[in-house]
């Protein structure tokens, strides 16, 4: 298994593997990395698989704007994401004391990951909203990133409720 810094020189997408578009896969040329899924019942959970781990983002109280993220199979989360004033903007809280911004952009077509300076690290780029395909840039390495893969997939987790709650 690759670490997650050694795709950075490489043109990585999020290609949707279905219909609906709750299903993707981070891909690198030809290679598949990991994938990702969203639950189709009410609760709208998010799994992604990859990077030798399965995590999964749930709501933990249906009217909290709060998302957990675990590992699958236990029972406490390890990061949570909190939304800030309005829908476009929160910040997932990591282990350690770490913080993490994700902005999202008008019509949910470009989602930014960046530092709680303002310095942009993964940038998700969708050319319109009927696209089934989103271009991941990595702008800049940190280990932070390299700990949390599945950090691209919670902003595409957020985009996709995002559209989803606007049709």
Do not use: H
């Amino acid at each position: 298994m690759k670490s997650f810094s050694e795709y950075t020189d490489k043109q990585l997408r999020l290609v949707a593997t279905s219909f609906l578009g709750l299903d993707y896969d981070l891909v690198s040329e030809k290679e598949s990395i990991s994938s990702f899924s969203c639950d189709r019942t009410f609760s709208f959970n998010g799994i992604v698989n990859g990077f030798g781990k399965s995590i999964e983002f749930y709501k933990p109280f249906i009217l909290k704007g709060d998302i957990n993220i675990r590992e699958i199979g236990r029972e406490n989360p390890f990061a949570v994401y909190k939304r800030e004033i309005g829908f476009y903007t929160g910040i997932i809280e990591l282990s350690k004391g770490n913080r993490v911004r994700i902005k999202l952009g008008f019509f949910y077509l470009n989602v930014t990951i960046e530092n709680l300076n303002g310095k942009t690290l993964i940038l998700l780029k969708r050319s319109n909203i009927f696209s089934r395909k989103i271009n991941v840039v990595i702008k800049e390495k940190t280990p932070l990133l390299e700990e949390n893969p599945w950090i691209i997939f919670l902003a595409l987790y957020l985009s996709i409720k995002g559209m989803m709650r606007r049709l």
